[in-house]
Nanobody, 124 residues
Framework: QVQLVESGGGLVQAGGSLRLSCAAS????????WGWFRQAPGKEREFVAR????????FYSDSVKGRFTISRDDAKSTLYLQMFSLKPEDTAVYYC?????????????????WGQGTQVTVSS
């Protein structure tokens, strides 16, 4: 069965960096686009970034553009999110998911097979 396992979260001071990983199994990773979402306490889950198959396109939310970089290693079936210049407002649980839709890449309904999430906490 399909399994997504996120890792790399933790506690970091404002201005610091972290790299999240999402290891996928049970599917042909390279065939799909992948995304990162996050959910802060008391808030709805929101889009962070998306990467297309073969890394042809990358999209970011305005709140992370220029600070976060999404990437993929198809040989390792792993998705990454490199986060720089972290801010307290980046504190959230971060999730990876597989894009299966044909519509908006920022809409949760276009994604399936969510991971369990990894907590990122940025202290001020």
């Amino acid at each position: 069965q399909v399994q997504l396992v996120e890792s790399g979260g933790g506690l970091v001071q404002a201005g610091g960096s972290l790299r999240l990983s999402c290891a996928a199994s049970g599917l042909t990773f390279s065939m799909y686009a992948w995304g990162w979402f996050r959910q802060a306490p008391g808030k709805e889950r929101e889009f962070v970034a998306r990467i297309s198959p073969s890394d042809l396109n990358r999209f970011y939310s305005d709140s992370v553009k220029g600070r976060f970089t999404i990437s993929r290693d198809d040989a390792k079936s792993t998705l990454y999110l490199q986060m720089f210049s972290l801010k307290p407002e980046d504190t959230a649980v971060y999730y990876c998911a597989m894009y299966i839709g044909s519509g908006s890449y920022s809409r949760m309904s276009e994604y399936a097979y969510w991971g369990q999430g990894t907590q990122v906490t940025v202290s001020s």
